[in-house]
């Protein structure tokens, strides 16, 4: 599904290069910016330097005079906007929206509008805008009124204030997450479990390294190696942790004949 972020007014440089960061964790790179503070603010070294690798997010991004510029092939809008207001677009967290958008669940008057939309290529084909006010504003009622819905995302009602690339980084999450997800990358090698057959030869050395030093009666051993057997299959050991354990057994029964 096509899908821009539409930051207007930005006035501050590093949060256009912020911005662009974590839109490019999230794997998207629409970007525009509506009549920001800086001219130049894709080139200021400050925004370049806080995109950290999403330069190519920057040099795709679009910078324009007007909102509708900005629209321009958007056919579902959503503001982020915490500031309450006399009438507007219903306001939804961010997850909660995402889940009837995608369902198709939208309340009647949104599926009006959705109808309408189809007919131009629907969602899919046009788009979903998310818009995003200036830093110390917020967005205008205006543009407000002109959304399907005012996203609001839930925070300390005490302190909800959220930096502006903060706040575009919880909303592109929470959009990829709606759109399937990113599979999680593996930090560390697959685990080489150890099979049965090498944890019983273990527990065989260590039967013998027991006895060794006292520890086990082979003529009374009760259930000592059984209970052993299930601590180590609860474990799921691995075939280095599999060598450690015979490392032990193995001293044991060395210090055990020196000690004869």
Known sequence: MKTRFILINTSHAGNVGAAARALKTMGFDDMVLVAPRWPNVLRKEETIQRASGALDVLEKCRIVETLDEALEGMSHLCATAMTPRDFGPPTRTPREHFELLMTGRLDAVEAAGAAADASAGGPNESGVGFLFGCERFGMSNEDVYRCNVALSIPTNPKFGSLNLASAIQVVAYDWRQALGGFDVQEATPPIDRADAAQVAGMLQHWEQ???????????????????????????????????????????????????R
Do not use: W
Request: hydrophobic share 45%; aromatic share 4%.
């Open 209 to 259: 390294a027991l006895a060794d030093i006292g520890f086990l009666d082979p003529a009374a051993p009760k259930k000592l190696m059984p209970r052993l057997n299930q601590m180590f299959n609860r474990a799921q050991l691995t075939q280095e942790e599999i060598h450690i354990l015979r490392g032990v057994a193995k001293a044991m029964i060395q210090s055990a004949k020196t000690n």
